[in-house]
């Protein structure tokens, strides 16, 4: 089993991008967990604290990705967050980068980007919620 240092939760509503990330991201042997959207992401979290790092897709049903960053933010999350999107607009890129987003994917994106970014991210990055 995978310490808690290399879990990972992707938030993402394609079926099909989930099951690919999560294939990719275990097949380097990152533990992973995916949902479809932000409320079961937080769901997931307030179950399990070990998740380092939460990569969200920004347009999704329910609660997008930056409301999910707006919300991780005011329960004083530390989780680092990548936001994936084919199109984000200068105000979302300003108010996540004013949330603390950890960094952005823009699709269509490689699958040896995402690596490098979640390793670089899991080798630095505090976990969880401060108490």
């Given amino acids: 089993m995978a310490d808690?240092?290399?879990?990972i939760l992707i938030v993402d509503d394609d079926q099909e991008s989930r099951d690919l990330l999560s294939e990719v991201l275990e097949a380097n042997g990152y533990a992973v967990r995916a949902v479809p959207d932000g409320m079961a992401a937080r769901e997931v979290l307030r179950e399990d604290g070990d998740c380092r790092i939460v990569i969200a897709d920004l347009q999704m049903p329910n609660e997008s990705g930056l409301e999910l960053l707006r919300k991780l933010r005011q329960q004083k999350s530390k989780h680092?967050?990548?936001?994936?999107?084919?199109?984000?607009?200068?105000?979302?890129?300003?108010?996540?980068e004013e949330l603390g987003v950890s960094t952005f994917l823009d699709k269509p994106f490689r699958l040896t980007e995402l690596l490098q970014t979640v390793a670089e991210l899991a080798a630095r990055n505090p976990i969880g919620i401060s108490s």
């Avoid at 808690?4 to 879990?7: S, T, V």
């Avoid at 680092?80 to 996540?96: H, W």
């Fill in 80 to 96: 680092a967050v990548i936001l994936m999107s084919s199109f984000i607009s200068a105000a979302e890129r300003q108010a996540a």
């Fill in 4 to 7: 808690c240092m290399n879990r």
